[in-house]
């Protein structure tokens, strides 16, 4: 199928998508990490139709992740990773609100709506505590 008409039924087809917003993206990247970022945003992508665009969201936000594992993991002090989490989900933020920008303006979608922000925080503030309460359980184990 040529590629005008895919992009003439995606118009059909995501007139109206509910997505998750660049602020959303921000915080998933920095309360938990930046692959839960990348999800999002793979999500997204997903959802406009673009299915390639996704998997390398996804995969950005992999490598973002295990770079700030290795990182963590030489011995970078903790508020320098926390304020390179920050700075990860300033640029998620950036780059997820243009890939936004970019499918309305390719016509992939006329009318997004977004999810709350709220789902968002609690889910990763769960997954967090679980991951926590995990470590603190296992720790004392031999």
Known sequence: ???????AMN??????VTLFDARAIAVGTFLLSPLAGGALWAFNDVRVGRR???FASFAIGAGLMGLLYAATVSGMPSPVAALLQFILALGARVAAGNSLKRAIADG???KPTFYPLWPVVVAM??????VVVGWLYYAGRP
């Open 1 to 7: 199928m040529p590629n005008r008409i895919k992009v």
């Open 11 to 16: 118009k059909i087809r995501r007139g109206s």
């Open 52 to 54: 390639g665009q996704g």
């Open 108 to 110: 992939l979608v006329t």
């Open 125 to 130: 503030l769960v997954i967090s505590a679980l």
